[in-house]
């Protein structure tokens, strides 16, 4: 069991400490949070557990931090807490700068430790199932990946929604695709509500495949849909659907023709199927895989290689968003 704090019991510190309390793989031994308000809602929730406004009065007792603060500050927060040795979960995204990114990074390396980004789209079920299907060509060529995550708010004043929002479709391009460079990266934003962008469209190519991700927190309805095209085969994931992957057995053929060099494209409308697929928990599945990088001292599949490749195409696409 790894002994673990968390720092930070906000919106999304609330759903880390619920599933860090139930699992078995963590003992959850204080919250922290600067906001006095906070504290008493931690010790409402967990009044068997220290709770602190300064998460430094207990980083003696832990293997390993769960950092859940606004992105400002988690950088600090981080840094203090490898110099102790500390084992490192840190919400997406893994900070505000590559310059940031990088001195994390190489603080773990420095210090032998774990550093585990939540890019819990990266440990969610329905991705493992796509990235399966292409490491055995199921789907042939990616074309391209298309991605919409959209909602109306919560509107946050520290970050823009693409480092919101699109850092979860970046890390799975990253995965999916292998850890490809984008040769290209090109983005637009505006700002209808205070000092950030409110909706944002980044386009990457990396190798052949054309990447469009659409973030927005000024969107009427919900939507959290992925298309991945494929030589042979399209899925899309809809993740606010009840069934979440629908695989097409559809695209273009091309037939040779009569004659030699002459050729034909015809569209291909075959069967489509949906898998049935066993709920899985990715926020449970991301904790669970950093709680088995400290035992394995194996950097995970968000560790600090994967989240500083995520962290230099947000930063590209945020100098060409000013
Ligand atoms: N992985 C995901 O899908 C996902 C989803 C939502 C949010 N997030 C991330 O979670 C993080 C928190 O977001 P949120 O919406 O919960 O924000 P929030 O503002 O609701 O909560 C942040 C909390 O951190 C506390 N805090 C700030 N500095 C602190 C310090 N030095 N010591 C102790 N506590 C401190 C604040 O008082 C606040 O309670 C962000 O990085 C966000 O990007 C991740």
Known sequence: MVKIMQVGYGYWGDNVAKKLWASD????????????????????????????????????????????????????????????????FIEKPLARTVKEAEELCEEATKQNIILHCDHLMVYNHVIRYIKDMIDKDELGEIMYIDISRVNLGPIRRDINAMLDLAVHDIAVADYILGGLEPDRINAYGTKFFGDQETITYLNMKMGETLININSS???????????????????????????????????????????????EFKTRIGDIYIPRLEFEDALKNSLEAFADSVVTGKQSLSGPEPSLRVMKILEKAQKLLK
Not at 231 to 259: H, Q
């Open 25 to 88: 793989c963590f003992e959850l031994v204080c919250l922290a949070d600067a906001d006095s308000k906070k504290c008493k809602y931690a010790e409402r929730d967990y009044p068997s557990i220290v709770v602190t406004d300064n998460y430094k009065e207990c980083l003696n007792n832990v293997d390993a931090v769960a950092i859940c603060t606004q992105t400002q500050y988690s950088y600090d927060i981080a840094m203090e807490a490898m110099k102790v040795g500390k084992h490192i």
């Open 217 to 263: 927190w000024i969107s009427p309805v919900k939507i959290r849909r992925s298309i991945i095209a494929g030589t042979k085969k399209m899925v899309i994931f809809d993740d606010v659907a009840s069934d979440k992957l629908t695989i097409y057995d559809s695209g273009i053929d091309v037939m040779r023709g009569k004659v030699y060099g002459e050729y």
